[in-house]
């Protein structure tokens, strides 16, 4: 039976068809026969005469080639709890505009519509502060505003890297080795001179191996990773960073922490996991719009995009 969805993502002309994991969802979605509605969160909207959350989204019809990747088939505008599921596939930052989508999208919910990645879920599980309720997994690690307090923290572990707590494919993050010379600048910029909290982490030497990006379903993990390798010179795996993607089976370390994480997080309307695992250890969890889809699929002919289509139909369905 044809499903309708809405995804709720950057403007559709800046996504990039290639490699770009919500075009792969509705890609998806469309071959299977379901209708595909897409808009950003500035089209989200309250109706105080109706008491509804309702958005003004693009009815697509989505091609499998590369331009155009959609058609425009025209402006609806449907209450939230008109679509069969509602996709929050707003890339970071998690600034004020962020947190008002999600706000409305909770009160969507309240109205009976389905929002995966739960909207609650997203707020309370900062993608770097989430690795602390899972410290068997974790490096040493400090969350702090305090520029001594990095620097004591800094001394005790010798190698370290300092990154802000709301930024994505690595944009500011630091490596701080022994004797660093930049130190105190590069502590500056990054805490805002202690106006902003930061997270320190010890550095892990496995990164020259990769930092793997292991998906999780309906809290199962996708059986292959995405291991982004460091561009030469540098210590950030980020694709957006000069990295490039092997993709690669999990080993059992990695199933173990997917699993143990995925089943704890699965309750609380996370159906969609990103988890960033350096070594054998956890160091972040994306929760707001997980990618690789695209990479592990035409690397290791795993469809990620097909897994993730059958658990939401089965989340429907249930």
């Known amino acids: 039976m044809p499903l309708t969805w809405l995804f709720i993502v950057d403007p559709l002309h800046e996504l990039k068809e290639y490699k770009d994991s919500t075009v792969a969802m ?6 299977r026969g379901h209708v595909v509605h897409a808009g950003t969160p500035a089209e989200l909207w309250f109706d105080s005469h109706e008491g509804l959350v309702r958005m003004q989204s693009h009815h697509l019809q989505i091609t499998q080639q590369a331009a155009p990747w959609y058609l425009d088939q025209g402006i609806n505008d449907h209450p939230l709890n008109y679509y069969d599921a509602v996709l929050m596939r707003k890339d970071p930052p998690f600034d004020v505009e962020f947190l008002n989508a999600t706000l409305l999208l909770s009160r969507a919910v309240a109205q009976g ?16 502060l989430a690795v602390l309720e899972f410290p068997q997994y974790a490096v040493p690690t400090l969350v702090t505003r305090s520029v001594p307090a990095i620097r004591t923290f800094w001394a005790e572990h ?3 890297i300092v990154k802000p707590i709301d930024g994505m494919g690595g944009a500011g993050v630091f490596r701080l080795q022994p004797g660093d010379l930049n130190a105190g600048s590069i502590l500056e910029a990054v805490t805002q001179q202690g106006h902003r909290t930061v997270m320190a982490q010890r550095f892990i030497p ?15 993990p996708v059986p ?24 690669q089976r999990l080993t059992e ?22 988890l960033d695992v350096i070594g054998d250890h956890l160091t972040e969890i994306n929760v707001t719009s997980p990618t690789c889809f695209v990479e592990i699929e035409g690397q290791a002919g795993v469809n990620v995009a097909g897994m993730f289509v059958d658990e939401l139909e089965r989340a429907v369905a249930a």
């Open 206 to 220: 496995a990164i020259s191996e990769g930092d793997k990006r292991i998906l999780v379903i309906g809290g199962a």
């Open 26 to 31: 509705m890609r998806e979605a469309a071959r």
């Open 158 to 160: 010798g190698d370290i």
């Open 113 to 128: 519509a389905r929002v995966i990645n739960d909207p609650q879920a997203l707020r309370d599980h900062n993608e770097k």
């Open 224 to 247: 292959y990773c995405l291991a982004r390798i460091p561009a030469p010179g540098e210590t950030r795996g980020n694709l957006a960073a000069g990295g490039h993607g092997r993709a």
């Open 253 to 274: 370390h990695d199933e173990r922490i997917a699993r143990s994480v995925g089943q704890a997080l699965l309750p609380r309307g996370l159906l969609l996991l990103g």
